[in-house]
């Protein structure tokens, strides 16, 4: 081969390289896959979907944020349209001539590049703006990462000749086939596995409901009762109330109870009637307020409904229907019309607020001091700033009295 014969850097044949891209590619198309299912389900068993504890908030922060989506398409959406491409141009080096070669693997750079940009501009966002991690995200963007380095060695102007054995492509070519095969029966299996296991906070209520909870180890704070080390104490707990928060009981005393809630959480409907006993029992003590925390997409239309009956003196009644109703795919804008007008309320116009996201930033921000007053799963109960670990109405009514003095 002469000087001018020699392949440039888009034209070398680099099977090594060629391979180990395609097989990161298929590697984030299972990724993305687990995300998308994870993101359906709300994360209620974590963010890799295989934790029994109630929905936690890390992953669902991301998702959910402004920079959860691009073009208001979200981003899971773009990495899964990513990986896709990624894996057919690398496909396709293994079929094309060296003159078309170059021509599919400067497209390939070109999408690598603006894939490793995005994915750094994204895990800025978590670090300086949002404060929590999507590990499935972190993974993804560490493949990326990789392609890039591959990316970077691929471009090197090399000797390697550009021709490639005709046994060696249809062996590349079966290889290549089979993985990705094989990858779409790991995502079918992923995505069948998950859809039938129920939400993890269901499971967890039964599993509560058929025995009494474990007793929590550690000096108690009355008796058995015990507030949550694990969690910060927060001192300006009053400044986490806003005029818009609903709340019973006396605004006067010297004891504060806040409560976090979704309404789509199935705990949170469990505790409600024990913190309503708590009310009718200690309400000359205690001043109750309830701060709505967004962990869901599907819950927003939900908490915009709370706020519209609560301008009428009826968040609670809305409250407790939306928790008569509760399913796992949430409850529709026309269905939460049905249950305004059920409560004495114009449905339409509830309607026509909630499309128009007349309380969306107030529940962004509700949300945003929420997590960083260290709340990290709902229900949460905080009496004077420190969080309940033992939640049940002997416990947070003793706790309520030994605050009160």
């Known amino acids: 081969m002469s000087t001018d014969d020699k392949p440039r850097a888009f034209e070398v044949y680099r099977p090594v390289i060629d ?31 295989f934790s029994e504890t109630a929905a936690t908030v890390e992953c669902e922060a991301v998702t959910q944020s402004d920079a959860g989506t691009m073009f208001g398409v979200s981003n899971i959406l773009w990495g899964l349209v990513f990986y896709l491409g990624l ?35 994204l895990v800025y966002i978590q670090t300086a703006q949002i404060g929590e991690y999507c590990k499935l995200c972190l993974i993804s963007a560490g493949i ?10 691929d471009m090197r102007t090399g000797a390697t000749d550009g021709e490639r054995p005709v046994a060696e492509t249809a062996g ?79 605004p006067d005393a010297s004891v504060t109870v806040i409560e976090f809630f979704d309404p789509n959480c199935p705990h949170c409907a469990t505790l409600h009637p024990i913190m309503m006993r ?18 869901w997409q599907r819950s927003m239309a939900q908490i915009e409904a709370m706020y519209f009956a609560a301008q009428d003196n009826k968040f609670f009644e809305m409250m407790e229907a939306q928790f008569a ?18 409560i004495g309320l114009d449905g339409e116009l509830m309607k026509t607020r909630l499309r128009s996201g007349l309380y969306r930033s107030i529940i962004i921000r509700q949300r945003e001091t929420g ?30 009295e030994a605050a009160a003095g």
């Open 19 to 49: 391979t180990a891209v395609f097989v990161l590619g298929l590697i984030g198309i299972l990724v993305v896959v687990h995300l998308w299912i994870q993101a359906g389900r709300g994360f209620d068993r974590g963010c890799f979907g």
């Open 87 to 121: 894996t057919a141009l690398s496909f396709a080096t293994v079929v094309v001539s060296r003159i078309q070669i170059a021509k599919v693997k400067k497209l390939r750079a070109a999408l690598i590049g603006v894939g490793f940009l995005y994915s750094l501009y």
């Open 144 to 153: 990326v990462a990789v392609l890039f380095i591959l990316q970077l060695i």
């Open 172 to 250: 590349r070519w079966k290889m290549f086939s089979a993985l990705a095969a094989a990858t779409v029966v790991v995502g079918a299996a992923d995505v069948a596995y998950f859809s039938s296991l129920p939400p993890a906070a269901v499971a967890e209520q039964a599993e509560v409901s058929a025995s009494p909870p474990a007793v929590p180890t550690g000096d108690p704070a009355v008796g058995d009762c015990f507030y949550d080390t694990d969690l910060p104490t927060v001192e300006n707990y009053r400044d986490l109330v806003s005029f818009s928060d609903p709340s019973l009981g006396n």
């Open 278 to 295: 708590a009310v009718a029992e200690h309400g000359d003590k205690a001043w109750f307020v309830w701060r709505p925390f967004v962990l």
């Open 325 to 342: 109703r509760q399913r796992q795919d949430g409850i529709g804008i026309d269905e939460l019309g049905e249950i305004a007008a059920e």
């Open 371 to 400: 997590v960083e007053a260290g709340i990290r799963s709902v229900p949460a109960v905080m009496i004077n700033g420190r969080y309940v670990k033992t939640k049940t109405a002997e416990c947070i009514g003793s706790l309520i």
